[in-house]
């Protein structure tokens, strides 16, 4: 993969930040990014923006996989992250909910540094759907939601009748109210998927991070996670970050579509101007002859 | 439907915990009547309330019968528990107590002991021996959280105490090849583990460690409930699973670390003890698994001792060769279940 020229340069600033003291902040001050503008504390950043990614380079072990990353993702908004397998979607919703540490620059929740935040104060605020799958013993799909209320209980983690009722209310909303009854274990992957996405939802979160929410679902549930996503953004106002790989569904759901490809962040914008035949045949390296069959399958079912 | 689950769950606890409340009293009355000198429940009485009775068989019941049942109760529990904790830390349900390599480690150190310092056919247990086997479970639980630092995959912690393991029965067969016959017999006897010869000393100070790593352990409850869904979740509620990783490390050990230390390594225990737990009750919140596993290990040894010493009286059974008869079987029927009736 290739890098760009000033990588090395950056990431030699950040050793030398790191080890002179633990306050990167510092070091961070010092870079220039390529458009001039230097990177910004904590205090200058507008309130409005419920994220921000200032200058992130996301990877793993101190190797950025994208780099200088420049976002605002704004109160309510529902934000998409589309692009072919392995360019980094994943890494950047596992950094933004601090499951990873930024290689460089940070990123914002609500104007605070997300590396600020206490990890039982974060879940509060943000909550996750990861990809990887679990395989908890005598669990119940409830039993596994109400895993999601862990922040707002007690050092024993009984769930009081508020506790109960938000869970029931969730149920209730995702229509799963038998699912939550049976193993979780014997659920299928379709299933578990929304029992998961039931336990994000627990956690009665600000901003929502969903690592590939549609993956295993059948049309119909694909459908309402949609009609149930955007009512949850009109209802509670709530940001959701989320990668998919239905580009299709990304135009109905989205308010702004991101384009992770193998070079980085290639496109961001309206899903209007983003989903154009031209991006996606560029982002997802797709020749005009697939397009076309592409194109021929979908007309043939509609 | 809902009411109806939360309803049919209490009820299974409570039948459960009444079961085990009741085994108990009965093995543990079993396994001080039982014996070369019968014994009455009149005289345990008297035993316990400490009343100058000479009878030779109240001797008998207060200073080797009670010790021994006592301690059986004590590690049989502790053990059970540091099994759960490492099983619901990796996910797996055969990750055992010493899946670290503590045992391996207790083994080195004790065979050291043994052979350079001890001579160890004046007594079986005694204190140069309780400390280099505590010395070693810890030296081998230091190695495991100095690499659990840099180690990505909890998988890679299985790896090096596998590997701490291997070293250190290499290191002790190295040991062994200078030794006197008489050492290496008594080092086989060891790492067979036994519940004989235990003093109130060592209920007093096994009580205290253990007492104190399960309150800790039981106030921890939530963490670990949540570790049950994979570290990546149990960090994105709130756990910092970095320290937590090194806690339930330390936890597990110094309770496997304290049975190794008087007893030996007596194996199977914490490995077919958490599933029965699990099993019985139908769960895997450790809210009630760690009280549960902790009641059905200590019934589960002292019902293995109590075979263990009257089976072919007067000689007496390492206790890891009754728990491994009855232990194997129950971890091979897990294993068929699983396959049998897709998941629990």
């Not at chain 1, 109160?75 to 998409?80: H, R």
């Not at chain 2, 009411?3 to 409340?21: A, D, P, Q, S």
């Not at chain 2, 709130?238 to 806690?247: P, Q, S, T």
């Amino acid at each position: 993969m290739e890098r760009p020229e000033n990588y090395t340069d950056k990431k030699a600033l950040k050793q030398k930040g790191s080890s002179a003291g633990d306050d990167s902040d510092a070091a961070m001050k010092n870079i220039i990014r390529p458009n001039g503008l230097s990177v910004r504390d904590d205090s200058d950043v507008a309130m409005k923006d419920i994220i921000r990614l200032n200058g992130l380079s996301v990877g793993y072990e101190g190797d950025a996989i994208i780099e200088n990353i420049d976002l605002e993702i704004g109160k309510g908004e529902i934000v998409t992250l589309i692009g072919p397998n392995g360019a980094g979607k994943s890494t950047i919703l596992k950094t933004i909910s601090k499951q990873l540490e930024p290689v460089l620059g940070a990123v914002y929740v609500s104007g605070r540094e997300l590396r600020k935040f206490g990890s039982s104060e974060l879940a509060k605020v943000l909550s996750l759907l990861l990809t990887e799958r679990i395989d908890p013993e005598y669990m119940t799909g409830r039993d596994i939601i109400e895993t999601g209320r862990y922040p707002y209980t007690g050092k024993m983690g009984i769930l009081n009748e508020k506790d109960h009722a938000v869970v029931d209310g969730i149920i209730k909303l995702l229509g799963i109210s038998e699912l939550a009854e049976r193993p979780f274990r014997k659920l299928s992957d379709g299933q578990k998927q929304r029992i998961l996405i039931g336990r994000a939802l627990a956690q009665e979160p600000k901003i929502l991070i969903l690592d590939e929410p549609m993956s295993y679902l059948d049309i119909r549930h694909k459908l309402e996670l949609i009609e149930i996503l955007k009512k949850l953004r009109s209802e509670k106002n709530i940001t959701i970050v989320m990668s998919l790989h239905e580009f299709e569904l990304a135009r109905v759901i989205a308010d702004k579509v991101i384009c992770v490809g193998e070079e980085g962040i290639s496109r961001a914008g309206k899903p209007e101007e983003v989903l154009q035949p031209d991006v996606l045949k560029e982002l997802y390296g797709i020749t005009d002859e697939q397009f076309k069959l592409l194109l021929q399958s979908m007309r043939l079912v509609l | 439907m809902i009411e109806n689950n939360t309803k049919k769950r209490i009820h299974r606890y409570l039948c459960v915990g009444i079961f085990l409340v009741l085994a108990f009293s009965a093995v543990f009355v079993l396994n001080l009547t039982t014996g070369s000198v019968p014994g009455s429940v009149k005289e345990i009485l008297e035993a316990l309330t400490g009343k100058a009775g000479d009878s030779n068989v109240v001797k008998i019941i207060r200073i080797i019968r009670l010790p021994r049942v006592i301690m059986a109760a004590l590690l049989g529990g502790a053990l059970a528990v540091s099994g759960f904790l490492l099983q619901t830390f990796f996910g797996n349900p055969i990750a055992g107590p010493f899946v670290l390599g503590i045992s391996s480690g207790a083994k080195f150190t004790v065979a050291l002991n043994m052979i350079f310092w001890v001579n160890m056919s004046k007594s079986g247990s005694s204190l140069a021996m309780i400390l280099s086997a505590f010395a070693g479970a810890l030296l081998s639980t230091a190695f495991i959280i100095l690499v659990s630092g840099s180690v990505r995959h909890k998988a890679g912690l299985l790896v090096a105490g596998i590997m701490i393991g291997y070293i250190c029965s290499a290191a002790t067969d190295f040991l062994l090849t200078f030794a006197e016959d008489k050492d290496i017999i008594n080092l086989r006897g060891w790492s067979m583990g036994s519940f004989s010869g235990m003093s109130w000393d060592g209920v007093f100070v096994s009580t205290v460690v253990i007492g104190i790593t399960l309150i800790i352990t039981f106030l921890l409850s939530k963490p670990i409930g949540a570790l049950r869904l994979g570290e990546n979740y149990a960090k994105s509620m709130g756990v910092n699973v970095k320290v937590f990783r090194i806690v339930i490390i330390l936890l597990s050990s110094v309770l496997s670390a304290c049975v190794t230390a008087f007893a030996g390594p007596v194996s199977f225990v914490g490995i077919a003890v958490p599933f029965l737990s699990k099993q019985m009750l139908k769960s895997s919140d450790p809210v009630v698994l760690i009280p549960v596993s902790f009641m059905s290990g200590a019934v589960f040894c002292m019902l293995c001792d109590l075979i263990a010493r009257c089976t072919f009286a007067p000689t007496e059974l390492n206790i890891s060769t009754v728990t491994s008869i009855f232990g194997a079987p129950i971890v091979i029927f897990m294993l068929m279940d699983r396959r049998l009736d897709g998941k629990a």
